[in-house]
Each structure stands twice: as structure tokens, then as C-alpha cells.
């Protein structure tokens, strides 16, 4: 079993769409928490972090749940731009030695 | 400010050769981290340098290994490679803090034959 698993979809959603991405992490140590973005043949970036209280940024939501090990993102509003993959990131809580561990990524296409 | 650069951006070897791909940090950051993707999979942590040592090490035979020089830059460097290693090459720098977030480089795309 993978130590971040994600729905690899796709998910093929028309713009205006509200979607939601789910990703679930086995190493209960991790201690902070992060969707990337990567769009084709280019590098991960930064989209959010996640906290535990869940947080907000623009038609991005980001929640995490300790307890069940689970991080979901949810994307209102779809634009075409946001076609792209998606990548759940998990840290360990090492001091100066954050490994981090991504999952394969969901790959979500919108529609005109 | 420049982000994180990596050189060099293409990269051709055959079965059996040595690499080197390098990588400067974003301006601040101390922490450099290397991952290697392969496609359509997410990036998987080769390893970490911090104060221009090894702090971590994922998964990676001995093939693989690196250096940080005194200004935060890093190389990469696999030897014997193989054809599985084709791969995009990442390097990713960030502060020092467990929780500081990283920001990656374009990526070296590496293809053995």
C-alpha cells in the first residue's frame, strides 16, 4: 500500500462544475499538508497548504481529518484553467528534515 | 528573485553512463530535495540536503548521490545508469522547518537509451 494514496480519476467535469479530490495517508507522524498542482510536462506548485481547521482560498477548500488520515479538495466554480493534475503532499515531522511524500496525482479536465 | 533553476533542462545517456544535474536554490532557502518522476507518477524523495549534508534518504540505491555546495546549490549524480532511471528530475528547495513549503525547479528530463 502506497503511503499516499489518491483517486487518479480522471475527472472530466464541464466549467461551472464543483469538484472534489480525495487523499488518504497512512504515516499517522505526518505533520503538515499540501495539494500541488502540475500542469503538463511542467513542475509541481504550490496550491494550498491544508490545516487542520480546514481553509479557504478563493474557490479552493482544502479540509484535513486526523482521526480518519484524509485530505479532500474541493474546486468551485471550475474553470478551464484548472485542468490540470493534482498532487496530495504529506510531511513527516522531522525538524529540518521534512521528506516529503506525494501521490500519484489526479488529473482533472474541464469542459467548455 | 530568481525561483529555483536545474541544469540542464534535456538530457540524452545511454545504459552504463554517469550524470550530473544540478540545481540552485530559491534566494533564502537552505534546503534542497530531490525527486525523481516518472510518467504518471506523483514525484518520489530521492533525498535531502541541509548544511551541505545527507538528511534524508528515500528509496534510492547508492547509484544515486549528491552534494550541496557552501551556497546552498546541489548536484545530483547517478552512476551505471539504466533505462528505468528516465525520468524527470526535480529539485526542490525550501527553509529549514519541517512545515516550510517547497518550491521545485523546472525539472532536468533525463532519457537513457
Known amino acids: 500500500r502506497k503511503e499516499v494514496e489518491q483517486d487518479p480519476g480522471p475527472f472530466n467535469v464541464p466549467e461551472g462544475a464543483t469538484v472534489a479530490f480525495n487523499c488518504t495517508y497512512s504515516?499517522?507522524?505526518?505533520?503538515?499538508f499540501f495539494w500541488y498542482r502540475q500542469d503538463c510536462r511542467k513542475e509541481p506548485k504550490l496550491l494550498m497548504s491544508?490545516?487542520?481547521s480546514g481553509n479557504e482560498d478563493g474557490r479552493f477548500t482544502a479540509q484535513l481529518n486526523r482521526a480518519s488520515q484524509y485530505i479532500s479538495l474541493l474546486i468551485r466554480d471550475s474553470k478551464l484553467s484548472d485542468s490540470a493534475t493534482y498532487l496530495c503532499?504529506?510531511?513527516?515531522?522531522?525538524?529540518?528534515?521534512?521528506?516529503?511524500?506525494f501521490g500519484d496525482g489526479t488529473t482533472l479536465t474541464v469542459k467548455p | 528573485d530568481a525561483g529555483v533553476t536545474q541544469s540542464p533542462t534535456h538530457l540524452i545517456k545511454t545504459r552504463g553512463q554517469q550524470v550530473t544535474l544540478r540545481c540552485s536554490p530559491k534566494s533564502g532557502h537552505d534546503t534542497v530535495s530531490w525527486y525523481q518522476q516518472a510518467l504518471g507518477q506523483g514525484p518520489q524523495f530521492i533525498f535531502q540536503y541541509y548544511e551541505e549534508e545527507e538528511r534524508q534518504r528515500g528509496n534510492f540505491p547508492d547509484r544515486f548521490s549528491g552534494h550541496q555546495f557552501p551556497n546552498y546549490s546541489s548536484e545530483l549524480n547517478v552512476n551505471a545508469l539504466l533505462l528505468g532511471d528516465s525520468a524527470l528530475y526535480l529539485c526542490?528547495?525550501?527553509?529549514?522547518?519541517?512545515?516550510?513549503?517547497?518550491?521545485f525547479g523546472p525539472g532536468t528530463r533525463l532519457t537513457v537509451l
Open positions: 491544508v490545516y487542520s
Open positions: 526542490a528547495s525550501s527553509g529549514s522547518g519541517a512545515a516550510d513549503t517547497q518550491y
Open positions: 504515516n499517522s507522524a505526518s505533520q503538515s
Open positions: 503532499v504529506v510531511n513527516r515531522a522531522t525538524t529540518n528534515a521534512g521528506k516529503s511524500t
